[in-house]
Nanobody, 119 residues
Framework: VQFVESGGGSVQPGGTLRLSCAAS????????LAWFRQAPGKQRELVAS???????TYADSVKGRFTISRNNVENTVYLQMNSLKPEDTAVYYC??????????????WGQGTQVTVSS
């Protein structure tokens, strides 16, 4: 399964964006899906994850501001981002969350979607 991210853009601090991730096939049997991001000059990091049962986890930096969700019928993963901060500026990617694989060793990444938070 491959993923196509969309919904990024430029917003002011405090603004909101909703990212979407369309899968090329069924995500029903994928145990965990996640959003990652990579800021300029930094390593890619896990932002949020969601298991097939609905359990979610978030990076401390986005807790209370971001919400991840998945729709197994539409084969889509979403990331609702509220109260955006300049430090949220990054390229955002969605992918299957491979719990035992270092992020740098993931075999596939999509194009991502750029999020820029600036006044």
């Amino acid at each position: 399964v491959q993923f196509v991210e969309s919904g990024g853009g430029s917003v002011q601090p405090g603004g909101t964006l909703r990212l979407s991730c369309a899968a090329s096939g069924s995500i029903y049997r994928i145990y965990a899906l996640a959003w990652f991001r990579q800021a300029p000059g930094k390593q890619r990091e896990l932002v949020a994850s969601i298991e097939d049962g609905g359990r979610t986890t978030y990076a401390d930096s986005v807790k209370g501001r971001f919400t991840i969700s998945r729709n197994n019928v539409e084969n889509t993963v979403y990331l609702q981002m509220n109260s955006l901060k300049p430090e949220d500026t990054a390229v955002y990617y969605c992918n299957e969350w491979l719990l035992l694989t270092p992020i740098d060793d993931y075999p596939y990444w999509g194009q991502g979607t750029q999020v820029t938070v600036s006044s």
